[in-house]
């Protein structure tokens, strides 16, 4: 089973700034669609961002359309998710996740390894 190590996290105010990696240890995870999903307090984890194993297709929720980039850099083995204008209701614990599929989803059931996660908490 593929190991995926998050990094990235913080604290931030409104209106910042971070970029989140995601990793590999054992295997890389070039051939694998990579799903980024985030978990607040007291709610369900929510996808929301995705990327193909290519990097040709990728995926955003709604909520972050616009203010968040998911990219790769196969020759890292490495996957980010550039966040922008974040919000207070950004915070959360962000996961990476990596699945065995064609181009990406955010369906948490179509990946099977994960993350142990990394706090994004936006906060003045």
């Known amino acids: 089973q593929l190991q995926l190590v998050e990094s990235g996290g913080g604290l931030v105010q409104p209106g910042g700034s971070l970029r989140l990696s995601c990793a590999s240890t054992?295997?890389?995870?070039?051939?694998?669609?990579i799903g980024w999903f985030r978990q607040a307090p007291g709610k369900e984890r929510e996808g929301v961002s995705c990327?193909?194993?290519?990097?040709?297709?990728?995926y955003y929720a709604n909520a972050m359309k616009g203010r968040f980039t998911v990219s790769r850099d196969n020759t890292k083995h490495t996957v980010y998710l550039q966040m922008n204008a974040l919000k207070p209701e950004d915070t959360a614990v962000y996961y990476c996740a990596a699945g065995w599929l064609a181009g990406c989803a955010l369906t948490k059931n179509q990946y099977d390894s994960w993350g142990q996660g990394t706090q994004v908490t936006v906060s003045p």
């Open positions: 054992g295997f890389t995870l070039d051939d694998y669609a």
């Open positions: 990327i193909s194993a290519s990097g040709r297709s990728t």
